[in-house]
Nanobody, 122 residues
């Protein structure tokens, strides 16, 4: 499956953004999906994930209550609604797909998008 992340940009603290991850190729609906981010000089970190069925979601503590992950299998697209953005959310955001028991380890994902930059100014 090929993944294309989009929707990043420059916003002010407190603003909202919605990221999209469009999939093509093999069936999107069989995969668990995740969002990760990487800030300059830092390791890639887990942000959020949604299970193959859509019934289970998981969030990093730093974003829980502010971010919402969802998927639309009819459109082969995953979303990340980001509200109340903070400067520390500044990073390149990546979407990923895999068939997982544990959502938070980036090494367990098989397919990756190219990343979209989110910059939050204070």
């Amino acid at each position: 499956v090929q993944l294309q992340a989009s929707g990043g940009g420059l916003v002010q603290a407190g603003d909202s953004l919605r990221l999209s991850c469009a999939a093509s190729g093999r069936s999107f609906s069989v995969y668990d999906m995740g969002w990760f981010r990487q800030a300059p000089g830092k390791e890639r970190e887990f942000v959020a994930a949604v299970s193959q069925s859509g019934a289970v979601t998981d969030y990093a503590a730093s974003v829980e209550g502010r971010f919402t992950v969802s998927r639309d299998d009819a459109k082969s697209t995953m979303y990340l609604q980001m509200n109340s953005l903070k400067p520390e959310d500044t990073a390149v955001y990546y979407c990923a797909a895999g068939r997982l028991f544990y959502y938070r380890n980036f090494r367990d994902y098989n397919y990756w998008g190219q990343g979209t930059l989110v910059t939050v100014s204070s």
